[in-house]
C-alpha cells in the first residue's frame, strides 16, 4: 500500500523483503531479496535508499544506529525503533515522559510473577518483550495457577516466514495489570520533518483473539473522550524522533480515562481506512513525512468508515475461496473497496486483505458489514 501511494507522487521505493515473492514486489520500483534483521544485507540496501524507513518494527536496529552515525538517513530514527521494537522499554519510555499506561513490571522468574500477580490481580496479561504482533507473545492468566502454563505455553511469533518460540523468562518477558477496557481506541499520528504533528480522527479498533478484526471511524465517543485520546497520542509521539506516520493504541476505561497501550512506528492497521475515507492516505502520510514533503490533510471527506479485515479463514484452497466470496459479496455493497494483498500462503487467522466501507454513518454501515457477512453465512465473525 505504501507502494502504490509512491506511484502517485513518483517516489521510487526499494523494498528489502526476504520472500522472493512478496506483495510488494510487484509493485516496488525494485526488490532486494533479503532479511532485515541481517546486518549486511540491511547495510548493502541503504546504500541504494536516499531514505531509509521501515513498516514493521522488527529490524536490527544496531544496524541501522551504525548507519545513521554514518550519515544515512532514518526516518523515524533509530532511537524510536530501538524503544518500540521492546515493548517493556517502550513502557518504561513512555511512563517517563507522563504517559498514562496499564501499571507493568519485568518478571525474571516464577517468584516474581506472583508477586506481580499478588500486586496486580487477576487476570494477569503476560507479554513477551520482543517480536510481538497480532497478540502473538501475549498470554493471559487468570489465576495463579496458570501462571506457569501462560509463561511456558503462548509465546509463539512469527516473524515473516521464521518461527521463533518466546516462551520462557530467558527471552525478556514483562507483566501488565489487566486494562478494563469498554472500547479500544486508536489515533494515527503523522509528524513531517520539520516537527509539524497532524493527528487523524480516532477510530475504534475491534480485536478477536488478540487480532484487529473491525476499524470503525470516527470512534462513538464523546468529544472530551477524543481530545484526551487526541492528547495523549500527541504527547506519546512528541516523546519520540523523527518523521513518519505512528500508530498510538489506547484504552478507554469506564471510568473516562485513556491508557496508552502501545505505538507502532509506521502505517498501521487502524489506519488502513483513510485510503478512502480521508483526504490523505496514511501511506501517502508517510511517504509525505520521510521524504520530506508537506504533511496532507488527515481528516475525513466521508462521514464515516468501517474496515473490515480479511483473515484466513482457512489453509490453503478453501481459504481462498471464502475470501473470494467476501469479496464478490462486498463489492456489491454501495461505498465498498476490498483490498487484498496476494499474500503467496494462505494460512487460518493471517491478515490477507481488507474491505473498506464508507457511507453517511457508523450504524448504517455496520448493518451493511452485517449484511454482508450474513449472506455468506459468517454472521458471527
Ligand atoms: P499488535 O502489534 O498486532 O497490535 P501485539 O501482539 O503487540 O499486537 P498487544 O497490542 O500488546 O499485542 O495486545 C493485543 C490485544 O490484547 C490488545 O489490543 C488488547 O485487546 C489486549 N490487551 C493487551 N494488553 C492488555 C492489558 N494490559 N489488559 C487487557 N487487555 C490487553
Ligand atoms: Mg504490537
Ligand atoms: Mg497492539
Given at each position: 500500500m505504501l507502494c502504490q501511494a509512491a506511484s502517485k507522487m513518483a517516489i521510487k521505493v526499494i523494498v528489502l523483503d526476504?520472500?522472493?515473492?512478496?506483495?510488494?514486489s510487484a509493485l516496488a520500483y525494485d526488490h532486494m531479496v533479503g532479511s532485515f534483521d541481517d546486518s549486511a544485507t540491511v547495510e548493502e540496501f541503504a546504500k541504494r535508499c536516499g531514505v531509509l524507513t521501515v513498516e514493521?518494527?522488527?529490524?536490527?536496529v544496531a544496524t541501522l544506529e551504525k548507519l545513521e552515525q554514518q550519515g544515512i538517513d532514518c526516518e523515524p530514527k533509530a532511537s524510536t525503533i530501538r524503544i518500540i521494537q521492546d515493548k517493556y522499554l517502550q513502557k518504561v519510555h513512555f511512563s517517563r515522559h507522563g504517559i498514562p499506561l496499564p501499571e507493568f513490571m519485568e518478571i525474571n522468574n516464577l517468584e516474581e510473577t506472583k508477586r506481580a500477580g499478588e500486586l496486580y490481580g487477576y487476570p494477569l496479561m503476560i507479554k513477551g518483550?520482543?517480536?510481538?504482533?497480532?497478540?502473538?507473545g501475549n498470554a493471559v492468566a487468570k489465576s495463579e495457577g496458570e501462571l506457569s502454563s501462560a509463561i511456558d505455553g503462548v509465546h509463539m511469533v512469527i516473524v515473516t516466514w521464521d518461527w521463533r518460540i518466546l516462551g520462557g523468562f530467558g527471552r525478556g518477558l514483562y507483566v501488565e495489570k489487566w486494562a478494563p477496557f469498554i472500547k479500544e481506541l486508536a489515533v494515527i499520528v503523522a509528524r513531517g520533518r520539520d516537527n509539524s504533528i497532524l493527528c487523524y480522527p480516532v477510530v475504534e479498533t475491534i480485536h478477536k483473539e488478540n487480532i484487529c478484526h473491525i476499524v470503525k471511524a470516527?470512534?462513538?465517543?464523546p468529544w472530551r473522550i477524543r481530545k484526551l485520546a487526541n492528547d495523549v497520542a500527541y504527547k506519546a509521539i512528541s516523546s519520540l524522533e523523527g518523521a513518519g506516520v505512528f500508530a498510538v493504541e489506547l484504552f478507554l476505561t469506564r471510568d473516562g480515562q485513556i491508557l496508552l497501550n502501545e505505538v507502532a512506528p509506521r502505517p498501521h492497521n487502524s489506519g488502513?481506512?483513510?485510503?478512502?475515507?480521508?483526504?490523505?492516505s496514511q501511506f501517502e502520510q508517510h511517504l509525505r513525512a520521510v521524504v520530506g514533503l508537506p504533511l496532507g490533510d488527515?481528516?475525513?471527506?466521508?462521514p464515516a468508515a468501517i474496515m473490515y479485515n480479511l483473515l484466513g479463514?482457512?489453509?490453503?484452497e478453501p481459504g481462498f475461496k471464502v475470501a473470494h466470496q467476501l469479496i464478490a459479496r462486498a463489492l456489491e455493497i454501495p461505498g465498498a473497496t476490498a483490498h487484498w494483498y496476494d499474500k503467496p500462503e494462505m494460512r487460518r487467522q493471517r491478515k490477507m486483505g481488507h474491505i473498506t466501507l464508507v457511507g453517511p454513518s457508523v450504524g448504517v454501515l455496520e448493518a451493511r458489514r452485517k449484511s454482508m457477512l450474513r449472506e455468506e453465512g459468517y454472521e458471527n465473525r
Open positions: 526476504p520472500s522472493e515473492n512478496c506483495p510488494a514493521t518494527e522488527h529490524v536490527d518483550k520482543r517480536l510481538a504482533y497480532d497478540g502473538r470516527p470512534a462513538d465517543v488502513h481506512h483513510t485510503i478512502e475515507s480521508c483526504y490523505t488527515p481528516s475525513m471527506k466521508t479463514e482457512d489453509e490453503g
